[in-house]
């Protein structure tokens, strides 16, 4: 019965939009922090090291409704945990890390990632895009000097800061003593943070070993998936943001075909990365599922643009190892009864 009541509960929200929250500005900062560096790259004739300029770029996509202040908080503790993840997925990377090396060390650091996204109540919630920027900087060959790649990353999530703080020059509003608004699992005992880091490194483990034992390639792609589901506040939530993931990322990726179908050039596709950062943002926190159909053609440009190879074969990879990786997911939080973290009523 409470299954039954559970995917009831999906199937009424899967199409529906969430509540308008000025998401135009938020997109409109995200945008302009990732094409601000990824512009930069391509005037100097270096758009495969757009990639490490997404990752830190993705620093705008926290403290979205927050004031300056706030936000400014926020975003700094997002880009330690973005840059931190690059920088790690580097230098396993420059060191030409064994995959089954890099799988242990991505699900280690998920679980590490968790517990500091957790009690600094980032949002979007989890160590999500900590983990992803680990991965994907791991799994591409290092073309540049580490500091050169890591100054970018670092860069690209200073740039994010900077616009997040931009509107406080118009409208110079600061609130003393303002405080960030905190999550019910942030302000949970310890043991809950830790049951929560210990389901990450648990999904994100297995899916990549899962992954990787099945020759499939690109492993990440299905520990990334892994730790979707359980960014989300309830069980229906977590089962709805899995299906989401799959469901989008699948749309997505014909998207990614017809464009691949084009043969865009270098240039063409650095600007693709650019355009699709806005229609990402501004659908995220609306709608999950649609946002991944802007967001996983700009993650697959990024890879082809860092790492080029057969743009089909990526096309199937990454299909493959996100189902695999969101069904990971979530067993894992229907087998956790992870039901406890639901979000507070509105007052």
Not at 91 to 106: D, F, K, Q, R
């Amino acid at each position: 019965m409470q299954l039954r009541r559970h995917v009831g509960t999906f199937i009424g929200s899967a199409f529906a939009l969430g509540r308008a929250d000025n998401d135009h500005q938020s997109a409109l900062r995200v945008a302009i922090s990732i094409v601000v560096p990824s512009l930069v790259l391509l005037c100097l004739g270096r758009p495969e090291l757009t990639i490490y300029a997404v990752f830190g770029a993705f620093t705008a996509m926290f403290g979205r409704s927050e004031s300056h202040q706030l936000r400014l908080r926020h975003q700094l503790q997002a880009a330690a945990v973005l840059t931190t993840g690059a920088g790690i997925g580097m230098l396993l990377s420059i060191n030409h890390m064994p995959v089954w090396g890099v799988v242990a060390t991505e699900a280690i650091f998920a679980g590490l990632f968790s517990i500091v996204a957790d009690a600094a109540a980032l949002k979007p919630a989890g160590p999500f895009f900590g983990i992803f920027a680990l991965g994907a900087c791991a799994s591409v060959p290092m073309s540049v000097p580490l500091w050169t790649a890591a100054s970018i990353t670092a860069g690209s999530a200073a740039c994010a800061v900077l616009v997040g703080f931009a509107g406080w020059v118009r409208y110079r509003h600061w609130q003393p003593g303002a405080v960030r608004a905190v999550t019910p699992l942030a302000r949970s005992r310890i043991p809950a943070i830790g049951m929560q880091s210990l389901r990450y490194l648990i999904a994100v483990g297995v899916a990549g070993v899962t992954g990787n034992a099945a020759g499939i390639g690109h492993a990440y792609w299905a520990m990334a998936a892994a730790a979707t589901p359980l960014s989300a506040p309830d069980l229906p939530g977590r089962v709805g943001r899995g299906i989401h993931r799959i469901l989008g990322t699948l749309v997505g990726l014909g998207v990614t075909a017809c464009i691949m179908l084009l043969q865009p050039g270098t240039t063409a596709l650095a600007i693709l990365v650019m355009a699709l950062a806005f229609p990402t943002e501004l659908l995220m926190s609306r709608h999950y599922g649609l946002a991944l159909i802007f967001f996983t053609p700009l993650i697959l440009v990024v890879t082809l643009l860092a790492d080029p190879s057969d743009p089909f074969t990526l096309i199937r990879d990454r299909g493959v190892e996100t189902i695999l990786g969101a069904v990971v997911g979530i067993v894992v939080v229907v087998m956790s009864g992870s039901t406890r973290h639901r979000p507070e009523r509105p007052a």
